[in-house]
Each structure stands twice: as structure tokens, then as C-alpha cells.
């Protein structure tokens, strides 16, 4: 900065002693003009006067007539009016060298007054554009201390305030880019404290459990059998935990590109229903899917399975056994609609709010780590397109989806 304020202040002195040059050769340039136009009308003056003693002794020579208009001779001053020549009209040449020199003197005056008032203006000039500077300098050091809280917009016109204007507009730009950054790392610190909190208590339960087989060589294997059966499902658990968090991270941090892909929905949940088929024969659910076959949509296949299966796994598990659960499809020029319903007891208003949220485990979940309804949003949306619940007590549950086709 300091380098700058000097580079800066040497750029003034040399534009000034520019000025300075300039405004002398001005002036000699302008002394020029006055002096040739005063010996012009000088020489004017001369010729009528030698022309007329011509007239009257056309035998005098031109050094005698030299004497004479310098009102000299060998002998002390020559009477003019002896040539026919009046006073007056010396008094006239004397006159113009009088005028002459008052004029040169009054130019010299005002241009030397102008010339002082344009280096005061422009000291005052360059010490308001060095303060200007000196301030953007300042702003410039608040930036570096992370420091976006202050503005610096102008409503002028000139380059200073042009650039204040532009550093403002990276200020914000900085600013919101601390604030993203400052949300992120909530976001991981939420996150970690939420995996913490969720392992600590399988991870718990699967030390204890080894803890007794260990210890007890003795136990029945019928007890042996079932520890080992809870050790393997509190695992599967953590693992799906951990996945699942880990792609609602990736979501989160804005690092996952998605492709546009046209998929073709009948076949699309075809082949979700056949990856869920053993749970589905579990529940003894019917899945209907609806027979559009000609209907798509636009997104990333992989990210879009993983979201669809974790609403479709969602109505199954919460379905009433016996029952069905049925997706159709709807399509316009704008937007195209998926909706999942199932024929489970519903919802009140309040849970309704909370489906989405992280962990958010309601009263009739039985399975799960609470995760997959908030990574399908989270896919959905970060894939341009909006999901909504609609549940009401007693009547099922219905996901609508819908994606834009422009």
C-alpha cells in the first residue's frame, strides 16, 4: 500500500511539472504573437511616414531618415515638422509602444493569475483524489481482515467513483461467499454431531453384546445366535447411516454434478419396484405402476433411484399390509408430475412439517435411520425439480413430484 501511495504521488508531480511546461510555452508562444503584431503595426506607422517625407525630399537619404524618426543627428534633435512631419505622429509610435507593453504586461498578469489559481485547483484536486484513494486503501485493508460490513457506493460519475462502486460489488460478492462458507461449515458441524449422536448408540450396543459373548463361553446358541443376528443388523444399520450420509454431504456441499438424462417413467419404476420386491413381498403390498409408457422426464438417473426408492420404500413400509400402492403420471408442455400414494394411516398437519427434516423419525416408523426421506428432497430439489407431502389421518399418504419440462 505504501508503494502505491507513492507511485501514486509521484504520478501527480509529474503531471503537474507537464502542466507547468506547457503553460510556459504558452506564454512564450502568446509573447510571440503580441510582439509580431506590435512590430506589424509598427512598420505600418514607419512606411506612411517615410513615405511622406518622400513625397516632400525625394533626395533624403534612408540613414537621415533613420535619424529622424529616432528624433537624432549628428547636430541633436532634428525638427520634424521641417519634413512636413507633425509631432503627433511620433507620439503615435511612441503611444503603441506604450499600449504595447501595457498589454504584454496585463496578459502576463492574468495569465500568470490564472496560471497560480489552475495549480491551486489542482492541488485541491489531487489532495480530494488522494483522500479518495487513501479510503478505497483503507477499504481495501478492512477486506483483507474480512471485514464486508462496509459500504462504499457512489453516486458520482468519474473513474474514483467507478471503482468504489466495483469494490462494493466484490464486497458483497466476498460477503456472500463467507456467509455460503459460514453456513457449510455449520452444516458439517451439524452433520458430524448427528452421525455422533446416531452411531453412539448401535455402536454401544454391539460392544456390549460382544462384551457377553466373549465372556460367557457357556451361552446357550440359540442367545449366541440372536446377539450375532442384532450385531449384524445394529452393522448394516451404521453402514446405511454412513452412506446415506455421506451423499447428503456431497448434496449439501454443492459438489455433485448432475446430468440431464431422459427417462422414461413406466420402465424408471419398473425397475425400482424390482430392486424393493423382496420387501414388498414382505409386506404383502401390491405396487401399480402406471402405464404410460410414453411419459418422461429430465434428470440424473443414478441420483433420481436413489431418491424415488426412498420414497417408494417410505408409502410400502407405511402402508397397510394387504393393500396397494400406486404411482402415476401426469405430463403438459410444462411440467411433468410423478405421484406416490400409499393407503396407510396418515398424518397430522405437525408431522407433516417435520417428514423432511434430518433423523426425523415419526410415532409409526419401525425401521430406518430417518435419513431417506431429507436425502430424496434433497436430490429432487437439487435436480430442479420440488416435492410435497399431502397426508391426511386415516386416508393415506400422497408424495406428489414434479419436475419442469422447459
Given at each position: 500500500?505504501?508503494?502505491?501511495?507513492?507511485?501514486?504521488?509521484?504520478?501527480?508531480?509529474?503531471?503537474?511539472?507537464?502542466?507547468?511546461?506547457?503553460?510556459?510555452i504558452?506564454?512564450?508562444?502568446?509573447?510571440?504573437l503580441?510582439?509580431?503584431?506590435?512590430?506589424?503595426?509598427?512598420s505600418?506607422?514607419?512606411?506612411?511616414?517615410?513615405?511622406?517625407?518622400?513625397?516632400?525630399?525625394?533626395?533624403?537619404?534612408?540613414?537621415?531618415?533613420?535619424?529622424i524618426?529616432?528624433?537624432?543627428?549628428?547636430?541633436?534633435?532634428?525638427?520634424?515638422?521641417?519634413?512636413?512631419?507633425?509631432?503627433?505622429?511620433?507620439?503615435?509610435?511612441?503611444?503603441?509602444e506604450s499600449?504595447?507593453?501595457?498589454?504584454?504586461?496585463?496578459?502576463?498578469?492574468?495569465?500568470?493569475?490564472?496560471?497560480?489559481?489552475?495549480?491551486?485547483?489542482?492541488?485541491?484536486?489531487?489532495?480530494?483524489?488522494?483522500?479518495?484513494?487513501?479510503?478505497?486503501?483503507?477499504y481495501i485493508?478492512?477486506?483483507?481482515?474480512?471485514?464486508?460490513?462496509?459500504?462504499?457506493?457512489?453516486?458520482?460519475?468519474?473513474?474514483?467513483?467507478?471503482?468504489?462502486?466495483?469494490?462494493?460489488?466484490?464486497?458483497?460478492?466476498?460477503?456472500?461467499?463467507?456467509?455460503?462458507?459460514?453456513?457449510?461449515?455449520?452444516?458439517?458441524?451439524?452433520?458430524?454431531?448427528?452421525?455422533?449422536?446416531?452411531?453412539?448408540?448401535?455402536?454401544?450396543?454391539?460392544?456390549?453384546?460382544?462384551?457377553?459373548?466373549?465372556?460367557?463361553?457357556?451361552?446357550?446358541?440359540?442367545?449366541?445366535?440372536?446377539?450375532?443376528?442384532?450385531?449384524?443388523?445394529?452393522?448394516?444399520?451404521?453402514?446405511?447411516?454412513?452412506?446415506?450420509?455421506?451423499?447428503?454431504?456431497?448434496?449439501?456441499?454443492?459438489?455433485v454434478?448432475?446430468?440431464?438424462?431422459?427417462?422414461?417413467?413406466?420402465?424408471?419404476?419398473?425397475?425400482?419396484?424390482?430392486?424393493?420386491?423382496?420387501?414388498?413381498?414382505?409386506?404383502?403390498?401390491?405396487?401399480?405402476?402406471?402405464?404410460?409408457?410414453?411419459?418422461?422426464?429430465?434428470?440424473?438417473?443414478?441420483?433420481?433411484?436413489?431418491?424415488?426408492?426412498?420414497?417408494?420404500?417410505?408409502?410400502?413400509?407405511?402402508?397397510?399390509?394387504?393393500?396397494?400402492?400406486?404411482?402415476?403420471?401426469?405430463?403438459?408442455?410444462?411440467?411433468?408430475?410423478?405421484?406416490?400414494?400409499?393407503?396407510?394411516e396418515?398424518?397430522?398437519?405437525?408431522?407433516?412439517?417435520?417428514?423432511?427434516?434430518?433423523?426425523?423419525?415419526?410415532?409409526?416408523t419401525?425401521?430406518?435411520?430417518g435419513?431417506?426421506?431429507?436425502?430424496a428432497?434433497?436430490?429432487?430439489?437439487?435436480?430442479?425439480?420440488?416435492?410435497?407431502?399431502?397426508?391426511?389421518?386415516?386416508?393415506?399418504?400422497?408424495?406428489?413430484?414434479?419436475?419442469?419440462?422447459?
Amino acid at each position: 500500500m505504501k508503494l502505491f501511495r507513492e507511485k501514486n504521488r509521484q504520478q501527480a508531480f509529474l503531471w503537474l511539472a507537464a502542466c507547468i511546461v506547457i503553460f510556459i510555452i504558452i506564454i512564450v508562444f502568446a509573447d510571440f504573437l503580441i510582439y509580431k503584431d506590435y512590430n506589424k503595426q509598427v512598420s505600418l506607422v514607419i512606411v506612411e511616414m517615410i513615405s511622406k517625407i518622400k513625397e516632400v525630399y525625394p533626395d533624403v537619404k534612408e540613414e537621415t531618415l533613420i535619424h529622424i524618426l529616432n528624433q537624432k543627428s549628428q547636430k541633436g534633435e532634428v525638427n520634424l515638422s521641417d519634413f512636413g512631419i507633425e509631432k503627433d505622429t511620433m507620439n503615435v509610435i511612441q503611444s503603441m509602444e506604450s499600449c504595447f507593453y501595457h498589454s504584454l504586461f496585463l496578459f502576463l498578469l492574468i495569465f500568470f493569475s490564472f496560471g497560480i489559481l489552475a495549480v491551486i485547483l489542482f492541488f485541491l484536486y489531487f489532495k480530494r483524489e488522494n483522500r479518495e484513494i487513501e479510503e478505497i486503501i483503507e477499504y481495501i485493508d478492512a477486506i483483507n481482515r474480512k471485514n464486508y460490513d462496509l459500504c462504499l457506493l457512489e453516486n458520482e460519475e468519474g473513474a474514483i467513483s467507478h471503482l468504489k462502486n466495483e469494490l462494493y460489488k466484490i464486497t458483497v460478492m466476498l460477503r456472500e461467499q463467507a456467509d455460503q462458507s459460514k453456513k457449510e461449515k455449520e452444516q458439517v458441524k451439524e452433520s458430524m454431531a448427528d452421525i455422533s449422536h446416531q452411531i453412539k448408540t448401535p455402536i454401544t450396543s454391539v460392544l456390549v453384546m460382544l462384551d457377553n459373548l466373549r465372556e460367557n463361553e457357556e451361552m446357550p446358541l440359540e442367545l449366541r445366535q440372536k446377539f450375532l443376528t442384532e450385531i449384524n443388523r445394529q452393522l448394516l444399520w451404521i453402514q446405511s447411516l454412513i452412506i446415506s450420509m455421506l451423499k447428503l454431504s456431497r448434496l449439501e456441499a454443492s459438489v455433485v454434478e448432475f446430468k440431464r438424462e431422459k427417462i422414461y417413467l413406466y420402465e424408471f419404476f419398473q425397475e425400482i419396484r424390482e430392486n424393493l420386491s423382496i420387501m414388498i413381498e414382505a409386506r404383502l403390498v401390491t405396487v401399480v405402476i402406471s402405464e404410460k409408457k410414453e411419459l418422461y422426464f429430465f434428470g440424473d438417473r443414478y441420483w433420481e433411484r436413489e431418491a424415488m426408492t426412498n420414497l417408494l420404500k417410505n408409502a410400502i413400509e407405511h402402508t397397510i399390509e394387504g393393500t396397494m400402492v400406486e404411482i402415476s403420471f401426469e405430463q403438459n408442455y410444462f411440467y411433468t408430475k410423478i405421484t406416490i400414494k400409499d393407503q396407510g394411516e396418515g398424518m397430522e398437519a405437525e408431522e407433516q412439517k417435520r417428514i423432511f427434516e434430518r433423523f426425523y423419525r415419526g410415532e409409526r416408523t419401525k425401521n430406518g435411520v430417518g435419513i431417506g426421506l431429507s436425502l430424496a428432497k434433497k436430490i429432487i430439489e437439487s435436480d430442479c425439480g420440488r416435492v410435497r407431502v399431502n397426508s391426511k389421518k386415516g386416508k393415506g399418504t400422497v408424495f406428489e413430484i414434479v419436475y419442469s419440462n422447459r
